[in-house]
């Protein structure tokens, strides 16, 4: 497993004059992260001004489903953006390396974006055939007008937020804890603190169990496998946001216990027990999801080098 031990994320990491110390990089990434979120305040405050302050102010279901795609969207942006901006200051004035060192090379780019997309689509789209071969998934009743067809508008709008809010969780988490830490100092421990960090960052969204603080470790110990093994952060950045985009928007669930804006193609609910589906938080609570994040590490462990593979390009 040479791509474990000399992932090009590691190589791009050194590349700077000094790594950030690992007393340093859990109080700097957590800063980052908490202090991104006030850029929504703006978003925020312009929805509170036009459709006034309730309860469903955050789920925007009392606007059109149009513009509530465009507000969900300008609030993911919102409210993560300045995580790319944190990391990228922090990588160059700091740690003295180009922003590209944070795993955004130019080098095949386009394909490792769109292979992780349609990775990240149809691993979320299995997880919802294990629940429908059960017999534990059921189309909702709802607004017609917030669905099907009549949604398209808002479900592509609010793509352009998940790219951005998952792109930003993957740069804070798997393009510099994991290896500014494993470079400074083993792999592994970068992998660890990297599943803890992000397993945290989502300890707090509403209707938690303890199946989704599993499912939410195996996803960031599935990332970052991803990101190792392919070396970048284009690949898992796009599978992160088409596995929102399509539980969310697509599927109509939950994600990870917050309802999305924007509408959706389809209006899924979980009919069964809460370890199956995953209940108020949605299928990533749930055991299917544990299911195909498990065979997707596996996946990832067991994938063939080719002959010649370097740790640059070994997926």
Known sequence: MDWFNQSRLFELAREGRRL?????????????????????????????IQYGFSKE???????????????????????????????????WFFERRPIKTIGYERAEAWLRYGRGFIAGLLMFAAAVGMLAAFGAVSVEGGDPSRQGTAATGGVALVLVGWIVQGGAEEVLTRGWILPVTGARYRPWIGLLLSVLFFTFLHGLNDNLNWLAILNLALFGLFAALYAMREGSLWGISALHSAWNWIQGNIFGFEVSGMSAGGGTILNLTGSGPDWLTGGGFGPEGGIAVTMVLTLGILAVLLWPSKAGDTAANAV
């Open 57 to 91: 102010l955050l789920s925007m279901s009392d606007m059109p489903v149009t513009a509530s795609g465009l507000w969900m969207a300008l609030f993911l942006i919102s409210a993560f953006f300045l995580m790319y901006v944190f990391v990228a200051a922090w990588v």
């Open 20 to 48: 950030t110390p690992v007393w340093a990089v859990i109080p700097l990434a957590l800063a980052f992260a908490i202090i991104a979120q006030f850029g929504s305040i703006p978003i925020l405050a312009a929805l509170a």
